[in-house]
């Protein structure tokens, strides 16, 4: 239609570039500090006995919901070990937890920020729309050029793909908090800080949790994506399944990244219906 | 203002019981003394939307809240001036949109004025920082209590309670001590691990009441604090709220809609209209010279005779004489509580009639009369009313009666007295009094109780 083309595509590689080279110090220390973390979570993992790993995970489990999905762990987390993929299943342990520990740590402030100021949420909502729409596989370009291939990009690009639904149900579990608890902790003299501390967070806390298991289960879809960059782990054996088309071994896997999904689900879930048992009347 | 002096006389010494009957009916007499004021607004104006100073200037012109609309202007209270005074309890009624609730939260600025000072001991809160603001209301204000509670869902009710101390950062243990004792001070006495959800609504107020009482400081401010309650846990909270001002004697401000409410907590009523504060005096003022048509008209629906029944306007029984007692002991108890005659009931505070202090002194003067016992023959009937028994009704007995009035209980125990100066302060106008006390001749079924 035109002679003229938008140059939107050298926009954006120029940009990345850019950042590339002025902010290379930035990225690397904190690839090296992602790695850090990553390293010393899979090492611990793997220095503990498989059996006895199992169990801290199982009990949890108990300790957290009930006997019912205590015994689905107990099962799935036995059958994964059988089956041969009990290391995979530990680097994609490692790698989620990962993100999901970036996620909170990000998450928790910016939904803070933007259920304290209308301007703030105004300018995170479209920003926020942008990460969860964008297709995953689009930020693997930018998380390799940035961070080279292995598990650190795989955390990168999970982390953006699942910050948003967490920042999303803070904000939202903050404001809807009744105005008569906010007046109460303003009319006592509250600071900004024992208002948020004592009274908006502990009442948006279903909410909140909603929020972290929203997150928890986008960072576990994006465990096959990342392994296209090189993050091992169950993912791996998936795109293997792909590459050989061996339906078997792409079965194997997948059905372990479920099992991972159900357990962490319900276990969210249920420190939900906790707190929410409390709050809500 | 010995009207307000009247009124606040009255409210200090609720257990005058039994009492002298000429100093009760003239009241007026009384001087007290003028409290010092501790809470006063000015020119105080709330105006929310845009361009809130050309709404103020409509209304300064003479414009009504609905021209000031029409600037898309708001007016939640325009040019409030009160003076409310240590140890009142002060009540802001009106319906609802008249600006009462806003006029409160300017106290601590959680409205923030648009115009006007706010004076908390003379110190005009408006001017204050942030910093000194949240001083203020720690140390200043006992927090406020909500219509709909406002009470922290995951807190259990002793620490909801402590949450005033918490924030004063107050040492944990100090701060569970003050709270139990402020919980038991509500009644709240063996519910302090519930959690709220766990609580019937008027004990969930009893939390927001205790919370604020836990702090301990001068003034507290009610916001339609019993609205949200049915009717008979609502006119128990009064009560209670009533002897607890008693006890603890904060300056209080209560925003209600209710009329009844309003003569049944307020030393002094301010009534609020579009905004505006159309009077201010106490019940009797409001109810004899109401300011304008519209204050007329408020006050008109209420025929304060026939709703009030004596459980309303009884005042609790100081003291009582046993027949067991001897003639000096029951000297003994009128002196100490300045009482010109006294009730005689039995172990089971059941009434058996009233001896005054002249029949008391002629018997102790008798050198032939019982020392031990009173004599039964110098206990007169008493006069006794039913809990039920409407105002109206004890109108006609007070005014045949020369003592005062028992109230007592189904099984005839006594529960309260009615003496004359809480029927007149009870009633709405002076007019209402002839009209009812013809009909009020019959009493009640349980009420003679000889």
């Known amino acids: 239609m035109f002679d003229f083309r938008i140059p939107l595509r050298d926009w954006i590689e120029n940009a990345v570039r850019y950042l590339q080279v002025e902010l290379a110090t930035l990225f690397d220390g904190f690839a090296d500090a992602v790695s850090a973390v990553i390293g010393t979570l899979l090492n611990g993992f793997e220095a503990v006995p498989v059996l006895v790993l199992m169990a801290v995970i199982v009990l949890l489990v108990l300790w957290l919901t009930g006997w019912r999905l205590a015994l689905f762990a107990v099962l799935g987390l036995l059958l994964i070990e059988n089956i041969g993929l009990w290391s995979p299943f530990l680097s994609t342990l490692a790698l989620v937890v990962t993100a999901q520990i970036l996620i909170v740590i990000v998450g928790l402030p910016l939904g803070i920020l933007a259920a304290s100021s209308d301007t703030a949420e105004r300018i995170m909502r479209p920003v926020l729309d942008f990460m969860q729409t964008m297709p995953a596989f689009v ?119 479920v099992i991972l999904a159900i357990i962490l689900d319900r276990m969210t879930a249920a420190m939900g219906r906790r707190t929410e048992k409390r709050v809500r009347k | ?248 004697n904060k300056t209080i401000v209560f925003v209600t809609h209710d009329l009844d409410e309003a003569l049944k907590l307020g030393d002094r009523i301010a009534i609020m209209k579009d905004a505006r504060v159309v009077q201010v005096g106490t019940a009797e003022e409001i109810l004899t010279h109401p300011a304008d048509d519209y204050v007329e008209a408020f006050v008109e629906g209420v025929d304060r005779a026939s709703v009030l029944t004596a459980s309303n306007i009884m005042q609790p029984v100081k003291e009582t004489a046993f027949l067991r007692d001897g003639p000096n002991t029951v000297r003994t108890k009128m002196r100490r509580h300045g009482l010109s005659g006294i009730i005689v009931t039995d172990s089971e505070r059941k009434v058996q009639g009233y001896i005054t202090s002249e029949a008391v002194r002629a018997q102790i003067e008798d050198q032939a009369a019982d020392r031990e016992r009173l004599d039964r023959a110098r206990v007169v009937p008493a006069t006794t009313v039913g809990l039920q028994t409407p105002l109206q009704d004890i109108i006609g007995i007070a005014s045949e009666a020369s003592v005062p009035i028992g109230v007592v209980d189904p099984a005839g125990r006594l529960r309260g007295v009615v003496v004359k100066g809480a029927i007149l302060a009870a009633l709405v106008r002076p007019g209402n009094t002839d009209q009812n006390a013809g009909a009020a001749g019959a009493v009640r079924g349980e009420a003679a109780n000889v």
Not at chain 2, 124 to 130: G, V
């Open chain 2, 1 to 248: 203002m010995s009207s307000t002096a009247q009124a606040e006389s009255g409210r200090q010494c609720p257990t005058s019981v039994v009492p002298n009957v000429t100093t009760e009916s003239s009241p007026q007499s009384a001087p007290a003394p003028e409290r010092p004021v501790k809470l006063a607004t000015r020119n105080l104006s709330k105006v929310f939307g845009p361009r809130p100073e050309r709404a103020l200037e409509i209304l300064r012109q003479g414009g009504s809240k609905a021209d000031a609309q029409k600037v898309g202007a708001a007016v939640g209270v325009y040019d409030a001036n009160l003076q409310i005074r240590e140890g009142e309890t002060f009540v802001l009624m009106g319906l609802s949109g008249s600006g009462k609730s806003t006029l409160l939260r300017m106290f601590n600025r959680l409205h923030e004025p648009t115009a006007g000072q706010v004076l908390v001991d003379d110190l005009d809160i408006t001017r204050l920082s942030r910093r000194e603001l949240l001083e203020v209301r720690r140390e200043k204000f006992s927090g406020m209590v909500f219509q709909q509670f406002a009470i922290l869902p995951h807190r259990t009710v002793v620490d909801n309670v402590a949450y005033g101390l918490e924030v004063q950062g107050v040492n944990a243990a100090e701060r569970q001590r003050r709270a139990r004792e402020a919980t038991a001070l509500v009644g709240l006495e063996g519910w302090e691990e519930y959690y709220p959800s766990e609580l019937s609504g008027g004990m969930q107020q009893r939390v927001g009441l205790a919370r604020a009482l836990a702090v301990d400081a001068d003034i507290l401010l009610m916001d339609e604090a019993f609205s949200a309650l049915d009717p008979l846990i609502r006119r128990e909270m009064q009560d209670e709220l009533v002897e607890l001002q008693a006890r603890v």
């Open chain 1, 139 to 257: 930020y693997l370009i930018p998380a390799i050029m940035f961070f080279g291939v292995g598990m650190v990009p795989g955390v990168v690009a999970t982390f953006v793909f699942a910050l948003p639904p967490l920042v999303r149900l803070v904000n939202l579990g903050i404001r809807q908090v009744p105005g008569d608890l906010i007046e109460a902790a303003d009319a006592f003299g509250s600071t900004r800080w024992q208002k948020l501390i004592k009274v908006q967070f502990p009442v948006a806390m279903p909410t909140v949790l909603a929020g972290l298991n929203q997150s928890i289960m986008l960072n576990l879809s994006m465990v096959v994506i990342a392994s296209m960059i090189g993050a091992r782990g169950l993912g791996t054996e998936v795109l293997r399944g792909i590459q050989r088309i061996n339906v078997g071994q792409g079965f194997e896997a997948g059905l372990a990244v």
